[in-house]
């Protein structure tokens, strides 16, 4: 037999089944029973798997302690970024060097529960490519938290047109086709749960009670939330660009109608001198709306300007323990990808 021909053979057995990816940020506190759990997970999947760490700039002792779980179990993987890319980031760097069929993405602060994996994959072998984790019940988050993540997944239906599922997070299962998919959609403002929503496939939920964090706080504090939000609709919706041209339109036909009358008081010999107060309510309102336009309209050239420059996602820093050489790096997104989807 040909090396090559035994190569490929080798090559295909070595290949798990199963990639977990995991973005970690600072999760020292959480690192030890993660890690349990996860090898607890490993163990009894019904097939060869992998877990990907990475590690999206911890200031902490993470890294030290993942790179030590490297190398006791070969099944772990760590993907060290240069620096803080973001979660929605860390997630893609994941997703680029898994190696499975199916690829399940999950937080590592245990929020998202190790046994609910069993039920993705049920229903990715029923046949769904995307299968989404649904939370239920959320415990142990305030309720200013659960309010605004309602609030914003409200908002995203309403301006998207993309179907983006509720009450879902990071917490899903991918199957091969649409994680080509993925890698073939080279956006850099990256909102993940509508991207997989974007692309069809069939896809499915599946229920879960969201516990509260094992361990450590919470990295998604309310400026991050807020910036996510944004990014989400900024990037799925042109409602508010629309909006900007109709509120613009309607505004200044109001106010057309409003010099109207101001020329009629006038001629008429009205008491002109009275209005003041209503020019200058006008002219602050018409200020005011003027800004917030240009901000809108703003937050999609800025978008445009981060897409243009083509940059790579995301920086490697180190690898830690994959064998294949080629494996994530962010320049090679989209080209790449095609290349192997062909
Ligand atoms: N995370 C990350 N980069 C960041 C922020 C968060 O990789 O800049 C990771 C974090 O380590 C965790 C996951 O994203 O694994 C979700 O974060 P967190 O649990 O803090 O968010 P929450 O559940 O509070 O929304
Ligand atoms: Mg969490």
């Known amino acids: ?41 490993l163990d009894n999947l019904d097939g060869p798997c992998e877990a990907i760490f990475v590690d999206d700039g911890s200031s902490d002792t ?66 769904f490519e995307i299968v989404y984790a649904k939370r239920i019940r959320r415990e142990g988050e305030t309720w200013f938290k659960k309010a605004s993540a309602n609030l914003f997944c409200r908002l995203l239906d309403r301006m998207t047109s993309v179907d983006i599922p509720r009450d879902v997070g990071d917490f899903r299962l991918v199957g091969r086709k649409a994680l080509t998919t993925f890698q073939r959609m080279p956006e850099r403002d990256r909102f993940v749960r509508g991207m997989f929503g974007w692309m069809g496939f069939q896809q499915t939920e599946v229920p879960f009670e969201r516990p509260a964090r094992a361990a450590g706080e919470t990295k998604y504090p309310f400026w991050k939330m807020i910036r996510l939000a944004v990014h989400g609709i900024v990037s799925f919706s042109e409602k508010p660009l629309r909006a900007a041209l109709w509120v613009g339109l309607g505004i200044s036909l109001l106010a057309a109608f409003f010099g109207i009358y101001a020329l009629f008081a006038w001629l008429l010999k009205a008491d002109v001198v009275e209005g003041w107060t209503s020019t200058m309510v006008v002219v602050s309102f018409l200020f005011g709306i003027n800004i917030f336009m240009t901000g809108i309209i703003g937050l999609y050239v800025g978008g445009i300007h981060a897409e243009v420059k083509r940059r790579p996602l995301y920086v490697v820093d180190r690898l830690n323990g994959f064998e294949r050489e080629d494996v994530a790096t962010g320049e090679r997104r989209s080209g790449e990808a095609d290349r192997r989807l062909a």
């Open 62 to 127: 993470s890294v030290i302690y993942l790179r030590e779980l490297v190398r006791q179990d070969k099944r772990f993987k760590l993907i060290e970024l240069s620096r803080n890319f973001g979660h929605q980031i860390a997630i893609t760097a994941g997703m680029d060097a898994a190696a499975g069929d199916a690829v399940i993405v999950m937080d590592a602060d245990l929020q998202d529960p190790p046994e609910v994996v069993f039920d993705l994959i049920a229903k990715w072998k029923e046949g």
């Open 1 to 41: 037999m040909p090396v090559t021909q035994k190569n490929v053979q080798r090559g295909a057995a070595d290949r798990p089944t199963y990639s977990l990816v995991l973005p970690i940020f600072n999760e020292e506190a959480v690192l030890p029973i993660l890690s349990k759990r996860i090898t607890e997970l």
